[in-house]
């Protein structure tokens, strides 16, 4: 599984970017804009942030789906058994406790524009039989859209007590149209290749992972794929708390993803699916 690891600077990197994630669906993003020091800050304080029991103040909204999500609060599609995990929902529109609102809203700021930046080189990398199959090009179906997302992940150290199969984060892929992946804290993070075989994914700091959505392996035909991916358990001294910030972009509600569905019916359908709806 020949992931590439691109230099954000480098004169080539939209190509080589568009050909590992139509390749592999992912890809990894070097010398890019967010800085190491802004990442290991929000990791800290967000971490202070679910040491307390402030959290609950801020539990989820059932409709909205911003706020904080208990531990076991969600499965991946298609298995029962809860991932060992909690985290809390950032939307552009929504609560952040006010203590990191500021480091936290930068952040969203920072990794949508660079998600922006990267649908762009997608865009003018397509083969022009994949740009026909889109509805629209991809930086054209996130304007005006309110409903990308960033998650922030807490993995606890693993107990003793925990059912057999229980995961930090079963194997799954993502619903929307790239995520962005700003590295864990501790490794954990696999992706599957085309036979079945797990890979690790690199956790080094200053690494960004970039990984195709649903919608965006649907809107392409599957020109990019979805690839699964899990988070595994630590082992022995390793069993440390994990975080990690994926950014999820999304488009717009109304945009077609096929000639009968569309991004919001999309949503809904995955949500009910994973024990969020």
Not at 35 to 61: C, L, M, P
Not at 107 to 118: E, R
Not at 140 to 160: A, C, D, F, T, V
Not at 232 to 239: A, L, M, R, S, W
Request: charged share 25%; hydrophobic share 35%; proline share 6%.
């Amino acid at each position: 599984m020949q992931v590439q690891t691109i230099d954000y600077n480098a004169s080539d990197a939209p190509e080589t970017l568009t050909r590992s994630l139509h390749e592999t669906g992912f890809a990894v993003l070097a010398n890019h804009p967010i800085s190491e020091k802004q990442v290991k800050s929000i990791y800290d304080n967000w971490g202070k942030f679910f040491a307390s029991d402030t959290k609950h103040d801020f539990i989820r909204d059932m409709e909205k789906h911003d706020g904080y999500f208990p531990f076991r609060s969600e499965n991946a599609k298609g298995v029962e058994i809860k991932d060992l995990k909690e985290f809390y929902h950032v939307f552009p529109w929504g609560r952040v406790p006010p203590e990191l609102e500021t480091e936290t809203r930068k952040l969203y700021n920072d990794l949508f524009g660079l998600g922006l930046t990267l649908l762009k080189w997608l865009d003018n990398c397509l083969p022009s039989n994949v740009q026909n199959t889109l509805s629209e090009s991809l930086e054209k179906m996130m304007k005006g859209s309110e409903q990308s997302l960033l998650r922030i992940l807490h993995y606890p150290p693993i107990q003793e007590d925990i059912e057999p199969g229980a995961i930090r984060a079963a194997a799954h892929e993502d619903i929307n149209l790239i995520t962005l992946l700003v590295a864990g804290s501790e490794p954990g993070l696999q992706a599957q290749d085309k036979t079945g075989k797990w890979h690790d994914v690199s956790s080094d700091p200053g690494m960004i992972t970039i990984n195709n959505g649903d919608m965006l392996a649907m809107a392409s035909e599957n020109y990019f794929p979805s690839t699964p991916h899990r988070v595994i358990n630590p082992e022995g001294k390793k069993n440390n708390s994990r975080y990690s910030i994926p950014m999820f972009l999304h488009p717009r509600p109304e945009v077609m993803l096929s000639n009968v569905l569309s991004a919001e019916s999309y949503l809904q359908n995955r949500l009910k699916e994973i024990g969020l709806k």
